[in-house]
T-cell receptor, first 114, second 114 residues
Framework: GNSVTQMEGPVTLSEEAFLTINCTYT??????LFWYVQYPGEGLQLLLK?????DKGSNKGFEATYRKETTSFHLEKGSVQVSDSAVYFC?????????????FGTGTKLQVIP | GAGVSQTPSNKVTEKGKYVELRCDPI?????LYWYRQSLGQGPEFLIY????????DSGLPNDRFFAVRPEGSVSTLKIQRTERGDSAVYLC????????????FGEGSRLTVL
């Protein structure tokens, strides 16, 4: 079946540190890939996406590149801020019975300290 | 409001009781999803509606769980004879149509079964 594996947290970084959150996937077919973010007390929201191999999604200083050869979609940010503290979910979307089914990873909690 | 609205935000009930959770999607969104998120886990797919019909209910854990969307807008997730293991955050999401990739999530309904 389709699945997403992401690194376990929590990840604790100092402000301005470099962030990498690893994500790999297993899918039958060619999925679209997403990162969703859940800030404390809020619902999940889309952070960035990539729909085909070698695409790079980017938003709010975050980037992730769709790597088909390694089935990966690692999230990176060059300099994190305290406001980036949240839980990050990697997800894939694949056609399933005529609709786009979204499968999520378990989430990685990021804590940025001043 | 303009976003996905879920009520109640918190529900505490006793084992064996019946519970209803409501989701009001973004106006005009035809696709509606229910997910369940247990502590420390990612969202787990329960059921998908396209319009009024449940197009995929393969994620419902057992026959105690049921969902409806009679007019193609508001949806209600119904849980009979609740068990302690049902305790989780129940998330609702909508998208413009079945092909649209981005899901818009509500803030969830936290269910606690004592």
């Amino acid at each position: 079946g389709n699945s997403v594996t992401q690194m376990e947290g929590p990840v604790t970084l100092s402000e301005e540190a470099f962030l990498t959150i690893n994500c790999t996937y297993t899918a039958t077919g060619y999925p679209s890939l997403f990162w969703y973010v859940q800030y404390p007390g809020e619902g999940l929201q889309l952070l960035l996406k990539a729909t085909k191999a070698d695409d790079k999604g980017s938003n709010k200083g975050f980037e992730a590149t769709y790597r088909k050869e390694t089935t990966s979609f690692h999230l990176e940010k060059g300099s994190v801020q305290v406001s980036d503290s949240a839980v990050y979910f990697c997800a894939l979307r694949l056609n399933s019975g005529g609709y786009q089914k979204v499968t999520f990873g378990t989430g990685t909690k990021l804590q940025v300290i001043p | 409001g303009a976003g996905v609205s879920q009520t109640p935000s918190n529900k505490v009930t006793e084992k064996g009781k019946y519970v209803e959770l409501r989701c009001d999607p973004i106006s005009g969104h035809t696709a509606l999803y229910w997910y369940r998120q247990s502590l420390g886990q990612g969202p787990e797919f329960l059921i998908y509606f396209q319009g009024t019909g449940a197009a995929d209910d393969s994620g419902l854990p057992n026959d105690r769980f049921f969902a409806v969307r009679p007019e193609g807008s508001v949806s209600t997730l119904k849980i009979q004879r609740t068990e302690r293991g049902d305790s989780a955050v129940y998330l609702c999401a909508s998208s413009r149509d079945r092909a649209a990739g981005e899901l818009f999530f509500g803030e969830g309904s936290r269910l606690t079964v004592l």
